[in-house]
Nanobody, 114 residues
Framework: VQLQASGGGLVQAGGSLRLSCAASGNGFEISDMAWYRQAPGKQRELVAIISFSGRTTYANSAKGRFTISRDNAKDMVYLQMNSLKPDDTAVYYC?????????WGQGTQLTVSS
């Protein structure tokens, strides 16, 4: 399994951005997918999860602003981020969880300027 995250960049506070993650390999449709982020000097934290059945869960910091979605036909997962804040600045990682296995992408940098 390989995960390729993209879509990061520099955006002003209040702006929007969509991250994408392309998965290769088998089993996407039976895997839970998630976005994590890691800010400088901080631990990696969960942002949002979408289960194989489409159920979504969000961190409190993401609720009401971020939307995770998936396209099983394309083996893609997305994170739509609105009303961005400087505190959202971090490297965002795509994660696939299936059974006892976890797979990680390389991360994409988001910087939100004030």
């Amino acid at each position: 399994v390989q995960l390729q995250a993209s879509g990061g960049g520099l955006v002003q506070a209040g702006g929007s951005l969509r991250l994408s993650c392309a998965a290769s390999g088998n089993g996407f449709e039976i895997s839970d997918m998630a976005w994590y982020r890691q800010a400088p000097g901080k631990q990696r934290e969960l942002v949002a999860i979408i289960s194989f059945s489409g159920r979504t869960t969000y961190a409190n910091s993401a609720k009401g602003r971020f939307t995770i979605s998936r396209d099983n036909a394309k083996d893609m997962v997305y994170l739509q981020m609105n009303s961005l804040k400087p505190d959202d600045t971090a490297v965002y990682y795509c994660n696939m969880h299936r059974g006892l296995a976890d797979y990680w992408g390389q991360g994409t940098q988001l910087t939100v300027s004030s």
